[in-house]
Structures are given as structure tokens and as C-alpha cells.
């Protein structure tokens, strides 16, 4: 089984593709300083597996290491991501 994680700067989407297929995915709104998650996605029929935490550790960890942005967590999930990591919470946009 063959694993990708994926930043589509165009679509404003990170994403992971498993055999090629897309299972999750991460899309955001840049706006000023900040990087706004406001959705994620992972196939119905594939939840339960880890992929979306997969994909917002990897676009979080790209934030932090290839931008200045700071996060804002609109969708429900990446707010959640960040309650489970508060070592992460320098990220955030105050």
C-alpha cells in the first residue's frame, strides 16, 4: 500500500492519496499573516483509520517550518487537532 502526502498550493488543499487514490484531505483560506483550515475530508468509507490526522500533522508541520503564518482551526477537526497537541499552540493566530 502506497501512501502520499500532498500540498496542492493552488487548490489551497493538503492531501493524502493511498494506491493513488485520494482518502483525505485539508483545504484552507490564506488571508493576511494567517493560514485558515476550513475543512477537512476523509472518504466515508475510510474514517476511522488516522488519515486525517495524517494530513493536518503534515500540513501543520509544513506551516510551521515553510511559513510565517499563523493558524486559525475554523473546521471542528483541525480544532480539535490542536486541543490534543497544545504544544503545538504557539501556532495559533491570537
Known amino acids: ?14 492531501f493524502l492519496r493511498v494506491d493513488g487514490a485520494l482518502v483525505s484531505a485539508a483545504d484552507y483560506v490564506l488571508r493576511d499573516n494567517t493560514i485558515s483550515f476550513n475543512h477537512t475530508f476523509t472518504d466515508p ?29 475554523m473546521c471542528w477537526y483541525v480544532g480539535q487537532w490542536f486541543d ?6 504557539a501556532l495559533l493566530a491570537r
Open 45 to 73: 468509507k475510510l474514517r476511522g483509520r488516522g488519515y486525517a490526522n495524517e494530513v493536518v500533522t503534515y500540513a501543520v508541520d509544513d506551516v510551521e517550518q515553510n511559513t510565517t503564518y499563523r493558524v486559525v482551526p
Open 1 to 14: 500500500m502506497a501512501s502520499e502526502l500532498l500540498h496542492d498550493t493552488e487548490r489551497h488543499r493538503y
Open 84 to 89: 490534543e497537541h497544545p504544544e503545538r499552540a
